[in-house]
C-alpha cells in the first residue's frame, strides 16, 4: 500500500510538472488571424466585383502552417467554372526564381563564381558592342566595345546589358531581326542570335529587365550538360513534388488551366486558350528559364516555403542556408541609378532573381511590406513573396493583361493591414 501510495504521489508530481511546462511555452501568434482572413477575402471578392479579373485565389502558410486559402470568380468566365485550388495558371516571370535557384546548385557544386566572366563558359558572349546612338546619314548604329565582360552576377540581377528597347533606331530592328526568344530556338540558338545584337548599355551601368534570365537557362546547360528542362525537374521540381509545375500540360490536365483575360475598356475580354495556351499546349525547341511554366497555388507554394526554410522542405535540401541568404540580399550597387521601373515595386533593390526589401514604405501608395521579404511576380499578374521576419510566404493567382499592380497593392494591404509610415524627425 505504501509503494502504491508512493508511486501515485510520483505521477501527481509528474503531471504538474509538465502541466506547469505547458503553460509556460509561449503562444504562437500569427499575423493572419480571422480578421485577416475576412480582410482578404474581402478583397479578393471585391477584384471580381469590380471587374479587375475573372478568378483571384490566394493561399498563404505562416510559421509553417497553412493560415488562409481561398478562392473567387472564375477560371472560366464563359463556361462558369470557377477558380478553384488546383487551377493551373501560366505564371510567366515566377519561372525566374525558379531557375536561379536551378542555377544556384550548379554554384553549390563549384561550377562557377558570380564574378566569372560570362564569356568563360559561353565563348558567343566575347567582345560584345555596346549600341551609342543612330548614325541617321550613314544608316547604321554608332556602336563602342564594352567596357568590361558581362558577369554572371549581371545575368542574376539583370545589369548585363541585354535591352529590348524596341523604339531605339538601329537597335529596335536588330532585335526584331535577331528574334532570339522564338519558341522554335533551342537555347543554344537562342544566344548565339542574342550575342549578335550590341548591348543596350555597358554592362553594370543600369538594371534592365529582360532576357538575361533565359541566358542563365542556357549556362545550366553548359555547366551541367543537361537539357535546361531535364535539369530544372532533377534539381528543383521533383525534389519539391511540384508534380504540377510544367512547360508542357498535357491533355488530360487542360480543364484545369484558367483561361486568360485582358482588358478591353471596362469589360473584360476573355482569350482563346488556343491563342493564349500555344505554348504550353505543345513542346516546343525552346525551354525559356524567364517565363514559360504553369503551376497551381499548392505547387508554387512548395517553392516559397522551401526558401523561408532557408532551403529545405519536408526533410529535402534543394538550397544550402548560405545560398538562400545569398540569392535574397541586395547586389544592385548604389551607384546603380538607372533602374527602368524596379522602384515601382517599393523600397528594393535586387539579389538573385528576387527583388528584395530595403526599406520600408516611404508613402501610403507604395506596395505594403516587411524589410528583409524577397518576392517576385509575373506578367498575368500573378505575385508571390517570402517573409522570413514572419516566417510567412503568400502566392495570388489571377490571369489578368496588361500586368495590373494595383492588385498586388491591395492583396498586400489586406494581408498586412493599413501602412503606418515611421515618425521622421522635422
Known amino acids: 500500500m505504501h509503494i502504491m501510495k508512493q508511486t501515485a504521489s510520483l505521477l501527481l508530481v509528474a503531471l504538474f510538472f509538465f502541466a506547469s511546462c505547458k503553460e509556460q511555452e509561449p503562444e504562437v501568434h500569427y499575423l493572419v488571424d480571422e480578421a485577416v482572413e475576412v480582410r482578404i477575402d474581402s478583397t479578393l471578392q471585391s477584384f471580381v466585383d469590380f471587374g479587375d479579373v475573372a478568378g483571384a485565389s490566394a493561399l498563404i502558410y505562416e510559421k509553417g502552417k497553412e493560415v488562409y486559402f481561398n478562392a473567387f470568380g472564375y477560371?472560366?468566365?464563359?463556361?462558369?467554372?470557377?477558380?478553384?485550388?488546383?487551377?493551373?495558371?501560366?505564371?510567366?516571370?515566377?519561372?525566374?526564381?525558379?531557375?536561379?535557384?536551378?542555377?544556384?546548385?550548379?554554384?553549390?557544386?563549384?561550377?562557377?563564381?558570380?564574378?566569372?566572366?560570362?564569356?568563360?563558359?559561353?565563348?558567343?558572349?566575347?567582345?560584345?558592342?555596346?549600341?551609342k546612338g543612330y548614325d541617321s546619314i550613314a544608316g547604321k548604329m554608332i556602336l563602342e566595345p564594352a567596357k568590361r565582360p558581362i558577369t554572371i552576377a549581371d545575368i542574376t540581377r539583370h545589369t548585363a546589358g541585354f535591352s529590348g528597347r524596341r523604339d531605339l533606331p538601329g537597335l529596335g530592328e536588330a532585335i526584331a531581326e535577331?528574334?532570339?526568344?522564338?519558341?522554335?530556338?533551342?537555347?543554344?540558338?537562342?544566344?548565339?542570335?542574342?550575342?549578335?545584337?550590341?548591348?543596350?548599355?555597358?554592362?553594370?551601368?543600369?538594371?534592365?529587365?529582360?532576357?538575361?534570365?533565359?541566358?542563365?537557362?542556357?549556362?545550366?546547360?553548359?555547366?551541367?550538360?543537361?537539357?535546361?528542362?531535364?535539369?530544372?525537374?532533377?534539381?528543383?521540381?521533383?525534389?519539391?513534388?511540384?508534380?504540377?509545375?510544367?512547360?508542357?500540360?498535357?491533355?488530360?490536365?487542360?480543364?484545369?488551366?484558367?483561361?486568360?483575360?485582358?482588358?478591353?475598356?471596362?469589360?473584360?475580354?476573355?482569350?482563346?486558350?488556343?491563342?493564349?495556351?500555344?505554348?504550353?499546349?505543345?513542346?516546343?525547341?525552346?525551354?525559356?528559364?524567364?517565363?514559360?511554366?504553369?503551376?497551381?497555388?499548392?505547387?508554387?507554394?512548395?517553392?516559397?516555403?522551401?526558401l523561408?526554410?532557408?532551403?529545405?522542405?519536408?526533410?529535402?535540401?534543394?538550397?544550402?542556408?548560405?545560398?538562400?541568404?545569398?540569392?535574397?540580399?541586395?547586389?544592385?550597387?548604389?551607384?546603380?541609378?538607372?533602374?527602368?521601373?524596379?522602384?515601382?515595386?517599393?523600397?528594393?533593390g535586387f539579389g538573385i532573381d528576387f527583388a528584395v526589401r530595403l526599406q520600408p514604405p516611404a508613402s501610403v501608395e507604395e506596395n505594403n511590406g516587411v524589410v528583409g521579404e524577397f518576392f517576385w511576380d509575373g506578367a498575368a499578374s500573378t505575385l508571390f513573396w517570402v517573409d522570413p521576419v514572419n516566417e510567412l510566404t503568400a502566392v495570388f493567382f489571377v490571369q489578368i493583361f496588361p500586368y495590373n499592380g494595383s492588385l498586388h497593392k491591395r492583396f498586400r494591404d489586406a494581408v498586412y493591414g493599413p501602412i503606418t509610415l515611421q515618425n521622421t524627425p522635422e
Open 308 to 348: 523561408v526554410n532557408d532551403g529545405k522542405l519536408d526533410g529535402v535540401e534543394v538550397l544550402e542556408p548560405q545560398t538562400v541568404e545569398l540569392m535574397s540580399t541586395n547586389h544592385l550597387d548604389e551607384n546603380i541609378t538607372d533602374r527602368s521601373w524596379l522602384p515601382s515595386k517599393g523600397q528594393v
Open 178 to 306: 535577331a528574334d532570339a526568344l522564338n519558341r522554335e530556338n533551342t537555347l543554344s540558338e537562342m544566344a548565339k542570335k542574342l550575342s549578335t545584337i550590341p548591348l543596350g548599355y555597358q554592362p553594370g551601368e543600369h538594371w534592365e529587365y529582360g532576357i538575361s534570365v533565359d541566358v542563365q537557362a542556357y549556362l545550366v546547360e553548359l555547366l551541367s550538360g543537361q537539357p535546361y528542362a531535364e535539369y530544372v525537374q532533377e534539381h528543383v521540381l521533383d525534389p519539391l513534388k511540384m508534380n504540377n509545375t510544367r512547360y508542357v500540360v498535357p491533355e488530360s490536365d487542360r480543364n484545369r488551366m484558367s483561361s486568360a483575360y485582358s482588358h478591353e475598356g471596362d469589360s473584360l475580354n476573355q482569350l482563346p486558350n488556343e491563342e493564349a495556351h500555344a505554348f504550353n499546349y505543345k513542346k516546343w525547341p525552346l525551354t525559356p528559364g524567364g517565363w514559360g511554366l504553369t503551376s497551381t497555388l499548392d505547387d508554387y507554394m512548395r517553392f516559397a516555403r522551401m
Open 75 to 131: 477560371a472560366d468566365l464563359k463556361n462558369k467554372k470557377p477558380m478553384e485550388r488546383n487551377t493551373l495558371v501560366q505564371i510567366y516571370s515566377m519561372t525566374k526564381p525558379i531557375t536561379g535557384t536551378a542555377l544556384m546548385t550548379l554554384y553549390e557544386e563549384g561550377k562557377f563564381k558570380l564574378d566569372d566572366p560570362l564569356e568563360k563558359y559561353a565563348p558567343e558572349f566575347a567582345n560584345m558592342q555596346v549600341y
